[in-house]
């Protein structure tokens, strides 16, 4: 048995398995999909389905704005994205379809 087998948690200050953390990581992967069920990824391109007014920036985004490179969150229905004049967007997965 080697060291690299094992790997130090942290959290509960114990040593576990290499093979346990990859299995318990892989199964807290959240899956993200749009109002028609397509799984989304990193890096996607997306279209509102809806006109959507964004707080604090007094602007309205409009039905069919296309809304390029999508970052997921970790949040089953939040996208994080990037807008022209909006820094920070995070868009509901339910208003947004995959193109």
């Known amino acids: 048995m080697s060291d690299d087998d094992y790997?130090?948690?942290?959290a509960s200050g114990e040593w576990v398995s290499a093979?346990?953390?990859?299995?318990?990581?892989?199964?807290q992967t959240v899956e993200v999909r749009d109002s028609?069920?397509?799984?989304?990824?990193?890096?996607?391109?997306?279209?509102?389905?809806?006109?959507?007014?964004?707080?604090?920036?007094?602007?309205?985004?409009?039905?069919?704005?296309?809304?390029?490179s999508i970052r997921l969150t970790g949040d089953a229905q939040e996208i994080d994205c990037k807008f022209d004049g909006i820094k920070g967007l995070v868009l509901r997965a339910e208003?947004?379809?995959?193109?």
């Open 19 to 27: 093979a346990d953390v990859a299995t318990a990581s892989a199964e």
């Open 7 to 10: 790997i130090y948690d942290e």
């Open 95 to 99: 208003f947004v379809r995959k193109r």
């Open 36 to 68: 028609v069920g397509n799984l989304l990824a990193d890096g996607d391109q997306v279209t509102l389905i809806k006109d959507l007014t964004v707080k604090g920036a007094g602007q309205t985004l409009k039905r069919g704005t296309l809304i390029k």
